[in-house]
């Protein structure tokens, strides 16, 4: 009961922390949208990123935690030491241009790496994001494609822009939200397998009470 | 009042020009104003001058001061560099004595300044010194391993921003060293990892401020990841490019030991052939020597005997590679080394041991490689650096046996590319450079595949397929926005010539297809021309019915003259016509009607011309038999007296039907034989009656 009572109200170095990482080929967009979310701005100069990494407090529906970015390089010299740098992530931002079809045809490999480092777990928390939504007059990659790929994958399609600032937290938050409910039914797995598959409706309304008091 | 008084008057903010003026003019009698200023003014100007000569001259005395101070820092910054240069190799010196003497353990604690460095000075002792527990690591590296890189860091706490504790890291070719500092102030060796599994990063965070920026390096060992701060920015960027380039490196290792493995296991598949080959040569010796009549099984037995080794010595060594084999497969896709995996599925196909179910597993990864492979030619991004970029998958394919296949795949994506450059080519108001461009597109693309296939004649049969494909396309297109909008003949004879002209050069290079062009624009030729024809028979047949055998008045001399001209132009003379009774000399003895039709009828031979090579031939000649008995016909009917039908007559069938049966059939002619059909129209064509004629009017107008 104690214990319960301690994870609603983590100490500052337990805070829960969530590790995203941004995925896509060079150019997408990947650091203009990390460098949006993270400061509000957008930068124009591009300059290859190799890998960095971001940290910030969010408040995730009413609750504190962190999220920690890794922005990874998308040259595709960088393709076989991506793995290290992939095993650590707990969900993914899939990142493509709607101006370039080859980025777009490349998600899918970054996708196929993904699942290889993840042992094929298809779980793993993804978001396919299609950057630079504020020049979708001259757009090359038709959004029922980019659907359909969500669909196929299963999970969420968001277009965003960088530059004007459209949905880029929309992108982290559903991420954040995705990899907290999953965190969360791990845990209940773990909880589950720990006590008695009856004592979890037990568990649950105690809980419940807990939280109205 | 002097110079030196006056620079202080200028300089003093109170100083107001208009009152200085007015001072300088007091006591001056009226009407030398002018004068005492123009004085004034010439004084100051002489001592702007002067004032900027010296200026000049103080610049370039300063300015060669500035060069020799320069010079002198210069020098300076060399001595101080080369004197910091001797204290490094000096407090080296100085710490390898203590080293080697053991005299004092603290020493370590004096860190140089330049504990970031790629050691030139035997780097394995200092970190023996500073190090405990490294001795073994260190002492037993390989020779193609070394010390890369060595930083003192403290290691840092990115939630509460803080250091947690003193460490030393070391880079070695392969792995990573860590240590921490103990109480004793001497660092232990906490651990060692591969650099499979580090990754380096650089921690951006502007919260903590500047002291921070930069400097932190975040390495991530799965599952947990550390963080370091670095001297400086520069001692991090060295440290990401360096773990980076030792991890490039062992992976670029990896590849080549990969590589000489499989040409090894190669080499010895070929080996075991030779020695299989050779047995089986020895014992057919044998047979040979044994029984020498039996020749006729000799050959079957042959080939029994290969068989039967290659079946009955299973090989341990293969069976393990194979078992092997999928998994290396699995990593060649995964890096897209595709090279590799051809050469790798071309081993399995040479091994003689077979496996059901690892061939199995293989064919599965072959189907992938395939897939993959298809997906790089059809795929559209894949034509970034042109068609060329494709060559390396296609040539895989064919490894593979898959190259009819692969160029099948190859031919399409070409024939989407082509269709995106023909839209790309607007349908203009020019129709004829419409069908340049668009000739020129085929005519490039089909030399282009046919070069790129020219040492490939077992795919001719596919490439002139393609040819054939594409030329529908094009003819398809020119027909729909040009021949079929109804044009007039001459646009259909140009766009006839333009295509007939790429044919010719790509007939040169061995693809002839112009029967095709034949089969596929003869029917809309033919009707593009019947359209054409109806309107000019139709505009004629009108003229011929509103024929009144009436001079040719025109408005004034000089629009005869132009007239006349006009039509020397195009060979037809016209000017023995000129009405000699007629003072404003403006008027013809032909009739406008028949002016009018030696136009068309010049109009219609020039553009027939170049048709009568088209499949429609047969269709120019009728129309221009047509056309030219239709105004015979008429002249045969119209016989009467008078001037102006006579010379009119005289005009068309002497003058205008040779010209337009040469121009037409060449030097023969044709059409001239027509005359003979209206034996009451010959006297006009006589040219010895045109002169009797021509001497009968004179007489009259005398």
Redesign the interface.
């Known amino acids: 009961m104690a214990s319960k009572k301690a994870s609603g109200t983590l100490p500052?170095?337990q805070?829960v922390v969530h590790k995203v990482i941004m995925v896509g080929t060079g150019g997408v967009g990947k650091s203009a949208l990390t460098l949006q979310f993270?400061?509000d701005e957008f930068v124009e100069e591009y300059e290859p990123t190799?890998?960095?990494?971001?940290?910030k407090k969010v408040v995730l529906d009413g609750e504190e935690c962190s999220i920690d970015i890794?922005d990874t390089a998308g040259q595709e010299d960088y393709?076989?030491?991506r793995d290290?740098?992939y095993?650590?992530g707990e969900g993914f931002i899939c990142v493509f241009s709607i101006l370039d079809?080859?980025s777009f045809?490349a998600t899918n490999?970054f996708r196929?790496?993904i699942l290889?480092v993840k042992n094929s777990d298809n779980s793993v928390p993804i978001v396919l994001v299609g950057n630079k939504g504020d020049m979708r007059d001259q757009r090359v990659v038709p959004a029922e494609l980019c659907r359909q790929r969500a669909e196929q994958w299963g999970c969420s399609y968001v277009e965003t822009s960088a530059k004007r600032r459209e949905n880029v937290d929309k992108v982290f938050y559903d991420l954040m939200r995705e990899m907290k409910r999953r965190k969360g039914g791990a845990q209940t797995q773990i909880g589950m397998d720990a006590t008695a598959t009856s004592g979890r409706k037990k568990r649950s309304g105690i809980k419940k009470h807990c939280t109205i008091l | 009042m002097n110079s030196s008084n006056e620079d202080g008057l200028f300089q003093t903010d109170a100083f107001s020009p208009s009152d200085y003026i007015r001072d300088r003019l007091k006591g001056v009698k009226i009407g030398d104003e002018t004068r005492k200023l123009r004085q004034l003014r010439s004084e100051m100007s002489a001592l702007n001058h002067a004032s900027q000569e010296t200026l000049k001259n103080n610049v370039f005395r300063n300015y060669q001061q500035f060069i020799d101070a320069s010079k002198e820092i210069s020098h300076l910054e060399r001595e101080i560099y080369q004197i910091t240069h001797s204290l490094i190799e000096q407090k080296q010196v100085v710490e390898n004595l203590l080293m080697m003497t053991d005299d004092d353990k603290n020493s370590i604690h004096t860190v140089s300044s330049h504990s970031t460095t790629t050691s030139n000075t035997n780097p394995i002792q200092i970190l023996m010194q500073k190090m405990e527990g490294i001795g073994g690591i260190l002492n037993n590296m390989s020779t193609s391993e070394k010390v890369i890189l060595y930083s003192e860091m403290e290691q840092f706490d990115v939630e509460t921003k803080k250091p947690l504790q003193k460490c030393m890291l070391i880079l070695l070719s392969h792995r990573l060293i860590i240590g921490n500092i103990n109480a004793a102030g001497k660092y232990v060796m906490e651990s060692t990892l591969s650099l499979n599994s580090v990754a380096p990063v650089n921690v951006k965070d502007r919260e903590s401020g500047a002291a921070n920026a930069g400097k932190v390096l975040k390495l991530l060992i799965f599952p947990e990841s550390r963080c370091y701060l670095c001297e400086s920015a520069r001692i991090r960027t060295l440290w990401f490019d360096e773990l980076e380039q030792a991890k490039r490196e062992i992976l670029h290792k990896g590849s080549l030991v990969r590589q000489a493995t499989i040409r090894g296991k190669r080499q010895t598949v070929k080996e075991r052939k030779a020695a299989a080959a050779a047995t089986v040569i020895e014992e057919k010796s044998t047979f040979q020597e044994e029984d020498e009549e039996d020749n006729g099984d000799d050959e079957r037995s042959e080939f029994k005997k290969i068989k039967s080794i290659f079946q009955l010595v299973p090989d341990d060594n293969d069976i393990s590679w194979l078992a092997e084999l999928p998994a290396e497969l699995d990593d060649c896709i995964a890096h897209r080394d595709l090279d590799q995996a051809v050469e790798l599925i071309h081993e399995w196909k040479q091994c003689p041991t077979k496996d059901a179910v690892i061939d199995i597993q293989l064919q599965m990864r072959e189907n992938t490689i395939v897939q993959l492979l298809s997906d790089d030619v059809s795929r559209p991004g894949a034509v970034h650096g042109g068609p060329r970029a494709m060559k390396k998958a296609r040539t895989l394919l064919t490894q593979l046996g898959r190259g009819t296949y692969a160029t099948d795949v190859y031919l399409r994506r070409r024939s989407a590319m082509q269709r995106n450059a023909m839209r790309d080519v607007t349908v203009s108001e020019e129709p004829i450079s419409y069908v340049k461009q668009l000739c020129t597109l085929y005519g490039n693309a089909v030399s282009d595949i046919a070069n790129e296939f020219r040492s490939m004649p077992q795919y001719y049969c596919q490439v002139l397929q393609w040819c054939s494909y594409e030329l529908s396309t094009l003819l398809n297109l020119i027909r729909r926005h040009v021949i079929e909008v109804a044009p007039a003949i001459a646009v259909i004879a140009y766009t006839w010539k333009n295509v007939m002209h790429t044919m010719e050069d790509l007939t040169a290079i061995g693809v002839h297809l112009n029967f095709e062009v034949n089969r596929l624009l003869g029917t809309p030729l033919e009707k593009a021309l019947q359209g054409n024809f109806e309107n000019i028979c139709d505009a004629v047949k009108m003229r011929i019915s509103e024929e009144k055998w009436r001079p040719y008045v025109l408005e004034s001399e000089s629009a005869l003259n132009r007239l006349v001209e006009e039509l020397s132009d195009v060979r037809i003379n016209v000017e023995w016509a000129i009405s000699a009774n007629d003072e404003t000399k403006s008027s013809l003895n032909v009739s406008q009607n028949v002016v009018h039709f030696a136009k068309v009828a010049h109009t219609l031979s020039k553009d027939l011309a170049p048709l009568r090579l088209s499949p429609i031939q047969v269709l120019c000649e009728v129309y221009a038999d047509e056309l030219w008995k239709m105004y015979l016909q008429h002249l045969a009917d119209n016989i009467r007296d008078g001037a102006v039908f006579a010379y009119s007559t005289t005009f068309i069938l002497t003058m205008v039907l040779p010209v337009c049966d040469k121009i037409l059939y060449g030097e023969e002619g044709e059409l001239i034989r027509l005359i003979d059909e209206f034996p009451s129209l010959a006297p006009y064509a006589d040219p010895t009656d045109e002169e009797k004629q021509k001497d009968d009017e004179e007489v009259a107008h005398v």
Not at chain 1, 50 to 55: E, P, Q, V
């Open positions: 500052p170095q805070q993270m400061y190799k890998a960095d990494s971001y940290r890794l393709s076989a030491i290290n740098y095993r650590s079809m080859e045809e490999e196929e790496q290889r």
